[in-house]
């Protein structure tokens, strides 16, 4: 069925109810290449990920384009010209785009003599942060800050004592191999850390790390919307299937209390305006009124002597919009759906107990005051938002609020087929380690092994099925 309703004839019917017409008001979609209801677009290119809901109004539209414009911006150092005032004093990046490349993934170093940037390195020591969360190291603190504000810009010499980055990161691999059922052989590899000079001194033997790539953040206002009642049905479900899914409990600084983490590689973060004030002070070192202070941890008094760019540096009007823009953030139809190779791998998909996690479909509340086009839609983000034991193959060995060494979140696969149209970037995995697809499913165990061997054991002709399937979700 394919509707005739353009926006405009939508934009006479009452926001309150936008969300509960059906999704077939989406024009030119088929009911079943829908993707994420009336937030589906038929955009397949490299801003496929990047563009707003087709819902949204004019009003919203234009706060859309302010959010875009924070998401892009340059961040410098006072009173350095060329973009926002308040980056560092240490730092990965000075712009969210720069790892976020058209709101797509990261991707590792390319060699072995570039630094990380996209792919950065979470620590902690043993023992519990505040709320239960990681403890940070007391001299480097819970992230490593491989850049700093060491004269950038040619006239930055006056600004102050230059300030050295925590250390460099780069990248080495160890590749191994597994084998199909078949014969036929994949090439499968995992990160080491190479770390150069430390600033601050020894980092410690005691201390725990984990590399996290940047996530695609198409559709993630769905996600948040998800009522926290259906995620806990979910894992009550699993374990009547014998899967032990579970939600992490996390710190929401936003409203004082403790929530179901659904944002991050671990689910450490419960909504999205959290997650991009987090990432403010952790990866650009932009302070907000969440996050007041400096990211200068310990002995690092030259990081502290530098003067903000401004209190808060994120203005609570410009965080504002850019959390609007995640939110109204549209997603790509699903493609193929109609190819029986698709049909197939779907059905193969479900036989195989993938869709156990990674659920087909979600609906998100009734109501959702920040964007209400966002209230009672169907979606297909093939994710639980819950923990899952990944075995010891995956396992970082760093906790994470509820979550251990060996849980990760399940991974929504929406759009993952078009990861290398939008970002340049076909890796995945929460630290890039793998190259394709294939690869990213024959790391799976724990939980996962099951599955995992099902797939192992598929003849090619099933193999290329399933692939063509979720190379089109």
Partial sequence: MRSRFTRAA???IPLAAAGALSAAIVEGIDDEALSAGTFTIARFDADSFAEPAPVLTYRQQQKFLRGRHHFNQNWVQFPSLGGDWGLGPTFITDRCSACHVKAGRGAPPESADQQAMSLLVRLSVPGEGAYGGPKPHPVYGDQIQNRGLMGQDRDATFLGERVFPEVDVYIDWEESTVAFDDGEKVSLRKPKIRWGKFWFGPIGPEVMTSLRMAQPIQGLGLLDAVPEATILALADEQKALGFNGRPNRVRDDINNTMAIGRFGWKANQPSVKQQIAAAFAGDLGVTSSLYPDMNCPG???????????????LIDSDWDELTFWELALAV???RNVTDPQFKLGEKLFAEAQCAVCHVPQLTTADTFPVLPQLAKQTFRAYTDLLLHDMGEGLADGRPDFQATGRDWRTQPLWGIGLSQTVSGSNHFL??????SITEAILWHGGEAEGAKERFRKMGKGEREALLRFLEGV
């Avoid at 002597?305 to 808060?312: E, R, T």
């Avoid at 929460?430 to 190259?435: E, I, L, P, Q, S």
């Fill in 299 to 313: 002995p690092q008094t030259d990081c502290a002597a530098q003067a903000p760019g401004n209190q808060p540096e």
């Fill in 10 to 12: 939508f934009a006479l």
């Fill in 430 to 435: 929460h630290d890039g380690r793998a190259r």
């Fill in 332 to 334: 790509p139809a699903r």
